[in-house]
């Protein structure tokens, strides 16, 4: 697995890999993370990966994170 770039952002962790002829778009935020596959040969390269990660893109991703997190959250309530 290679690691193609870091991509900073102010409330989320977000890494680029390379792995198996797939890109990795490693989304994390606390306890959780969201990974996204996408094959090399549907992007233009690096730089084609990289511009998947736009703004509409990371707001949805954060609409999941708030979901995750609602899920978990009544899970462990049921069961504590």
């Given at each position: 697995m290679r690691a193609v770039a870091d991509i900073p952002h102010p409330s989320l962790k977000i890494t680029l890999l390379s792995w198996n002829s797939k890109y990795?778009?490693?989304?994390?935020?606390?306890?959780?993370?969201?990974?996204?596959?996408?094959?090399?040969?549907?992007?233009d390269g690096d730089e084609g990966a990289k511009a998947l990660i736009?703004?509409?893109f990371i707001e949805a991703v954060e609409n999941r994170f708030l979901a995750m997190r609602d899920a978990f959250v009544s899970t462990m309530r049921r069961h504590n």
């Open positions: 990795l778009i490693k989304f994390e935020k606390g306890d959780f993370e969201q990974t996204y596959k996408v094959r090399e040969m549907d992007v736009d703004d509409d």
